[in-house]
């Protein structure tokens, strides 16, 4: 029998359990409370706002977390009261703030933010922020009341840049203390804002899926000081205007499968363990039976291992028939470096592509993304041995480079960026929420790339390190888990994410995607020696984690047609359909909310097998992933396919 605390792990990764949300009602605005922060404050089917907080951010643009004391709520027929204390206290910071959050009849909600330093201590980050949809927000009409008058203009449809000139971040468009929307189903938003000017950046390009409003002009410069007992007051107004009070969405969520995408379902790799751990029997066969596209092995020629790197990732791909990707860390002087690698690649497995980064690459530098000199110097070396190899530019850092750089890849052959959904907001909805801004990502690398390959690489659920910060990042504390470990990895949530990350990169075009790594808590199963803190991370030796299956639907519908999938709500269910050569539509249906939901798949017809992923099977897809994977239920389809999906149920559907 499962316990509670294993039927938890297996759902998000804890044993804590998941907070419920407090819905709150201001007149015909509802919103819910997520400990202090308000989130989807809509009115009927119309999202205004996804969420509003307060942010303490450190010199390295690391999160500082609240301790919460003396929370109150009150909620009246149409108007309510929140209230509480709040403080942020680790390493240099050391701040608190009293807040106030009010909604009224009208709508018309307003926070306030009243803090105080309690120490000496540098900042990037201390305010008052508003996330607004992407959907929503994209192309719309804006005007903002700037120090020098009134500005009109529109939110951008492909990602906005976030620019740096003369040593400082731009925003979209100037700071202002006042900004006014037009919403796409009709009315305006309208936010007041006391206390500091405020800035606005397109949120996208980090993989979060909103456009952000925050204060303090970040072309002020980074990081700002506030001296012991400095008071820092901030107000926000938002206000609803001539908002049509449409229906909400009630029912089943339904998947409309529709025409085709026109793009195939990538190429799909695993990254090769950061220790150059080698596989054991028993791990090779199970990562064979997955079936990756390619190993990456990350080479970086100014480092004495690169040698033992590359040795592991040939290793593992041989061992699981699959291509290598070298992700190529080097500079114009490395010739010699160049010549080794060419003798050491010789024999090994066939190389798919080489991601060419420079090794001295740094964030909102020239070096963030590849110098064409970088890739000329690296073709000459290794062309000739590698002819099949696709010679691939970008950064191994995210989209945002990709997009402020706009680098010359006139002789390259594709474009390359990684991508993780938690470089700002980090709980099971965050990394749900931020799930379609994949897809975006993808889309304006295509239009940056032109008819170029768009190579993701890597996506992992942690960011891999902190691109941002601003010296030598803090060692591991002994006892608990690196930082680029995500205890989620090993659940089912962990399954149901990477389904919906798969939809959306295949959606959209990407040409190739690699995925975590090959074992150990940042891979697809669990070293057969097991976890070194199994207090921490839960696991049992040897098993597959769930997100193994989706994985291997995936690499086996390699090339297959990708047909449009129209979810009702992508915050609650999404399904990747696709159409293989042998014909007939296949589909990956996923939950990803931890409760039980009535899903309609249409339009669907005749026989269906379905294998389901869920808290029932978990056990055997982990110790018996091959018995797992036959289709263990059929069902008849006349016209639609209804669905009841258990928490984060991953279903796989196909014809009987």
């Known amino acids: 029998m499962t316990t509670t605390a294993e039927r938890l792990r297996l759902l998000h990764g804890s044993a804590a359990p998941i907070a419920e949300m407090r819905t709150l009602h201001a007149g015909p605005v509802t919103a819910l409370l997520d400990g202090i922060d308000l989130r989807y404050l809509r009115i009927g089917d119309t999202e205004l706002v996804r969420r509003v907080y307060a942010a303490v951010r450190d010199v390295d643009w690391d999160t500082v977390p609240a301790a919460v004391s003396g929370l109150e709520v009150e909620q009246a027929d149409a108007s309510f009261r929140v209230e509480f204390d709040a403080r942020h206290a680790r390493r240099e910071i050391d701040f608190s703030w009293h807040g106030r959050i009010t909604g009224d009849e009208n ?362 910060a601003a010296g030598a990042p803090p060692p591991d504390v002994p006892g608990e888990l690196p930082d680029s470990v995500d205890v989620r990895q090993s659940s089912l949530l962990g399954a149901a994410w990477t389904a919906g990350s798969i939809k959306y990169v295949a959606e959209a075009g990407a040409s190739s995607v690699t995925y975590y790594e090959t074992t150990g808590w940042r891979g697809v199963l669990e070293r057969a020696v097991g976890t070194e803190l199994p207090d921490a991370f839960r696991s049992a030796p040897g098993e597959v984690f769930p997100l193994y299956h989706p994985l291997a639907d995936a690499t086996e519908w390699e090339g297959a047609e990708v047909l449009a999938c129209e979810s009702s709500d992508v915050l609650a269910a999404v399904g990747l359909a696709v159409r293989p050569e042998d014909g007939g539509t296949r589909l990956l249906v996923a939950n990803l909310q931890p409760r039980e939901q009535e899903v309609v798949v249409a339009p669907t017809e005749g026989r269906l097998a379905l294998r389901r992923l869920n808290e029932s099977t978990a056990a055997e897809a982990s110790s018996d992933p091959a018995a797992f994977r036959r289709p263990a239920e059929s069902v008849e389809a006349a016209g639609e396919l209804e669905l009841t999906l258990a928490p984060y149920e991953v279903v796989r559907v196909d014809p009987a």
């Open 107 to 468: 709508g018309r909600v307003e926070v306030v933010f009243d803090g105080r330093a309690e120490k000496v201590l540098p900042y990037n980050r201390i305010g008052i922020c508003v996330h607004h949809p992407w959907r929503e927000t994209k192309g719309a009409r804006f005007r903002a009341r700037t120090p020098d008058g009134e500005l009109d203009g529109a939110f951008p449809d492909e990602i906005g840049a976030q620019a740096f000139v003369d040593g400082a971040y731009r925003a979209l468009f100037p700071a202002y203390d006042r900004l006014e929307m037009e919403l796409p189903g009709g009315g305006r938003l309208l936010l007041e804002l006391e206390g500091d000017l405020w800035e606005t950046e397109d949120h996208r390009n980090w993989t979060d899926a909103n456009f952000k409003t925050y204060s303090t002009p970040i072309a002020l410069g980074r990081p700002a000081p506030l001296e012991a007992g400095q008071q820092r007051r901030q107000r926000l107004v938002i206000t609803p205007v001539d908002v049509p009070a449409g229906a909400g969405s009630e029912g089943p969520v339904r998947l409309s499968v529709g025409e085709p995408t026109g793009t195939r379902v990538p190429a799909i790799g695993l990254g090769q363990d950061r220790d150059h751990h080698r596989p054991d029997a028993g791990e090779r066969e199970l990562l064979g039976a997955l079936a990756p596209a390619h190993v990456r092995a990350e080479v970086h020629l100014d480092r004495g291992d690169w040698g033992d790197a590359l040795a592991a990732a040939q290793e593992t791909a041989a061992a699981t028939g699959s291509r290598l990707e070298v992700s190529l860390h080097a500079l114009e002087t490395h010739s010699a470096e160049l010549q080794a690698l060419t003798g050491a690649l010789d024999g090994g497995p066939p190389v798919a592509r080489v991601l060419v980064i420079n090794a001295d690459s740094r964030t909102a530098t020239p070096a963030e993304t590849t110098r064409p000199a970088l890739m000329d110097t690296v073709r000459a070396a290794l062309g000739e041995a590698l002819p099949d190899a696709a010679f691939v530019g970008g950064t191994e850092i995210y989209f945002t480079e990709i997009n402020r750089t706009r680098p010359r890849h006139g002789t390259w052959d594709g474009i390359c960026y990684s991508l993780t959904p938690q470089i700002h907001a980090f709980t099971d909805v965050d990394i749900v929420e931020n799930l379609d801004a994949q897809a975006e990502t993808v889309r304006s690398a295509r239009a940056i790339a032109g008819d170029k390959a768009v190579v993701v690489s890597p996506i992992t659920m942690r960011r891999r390190l902190n691109f941002h």
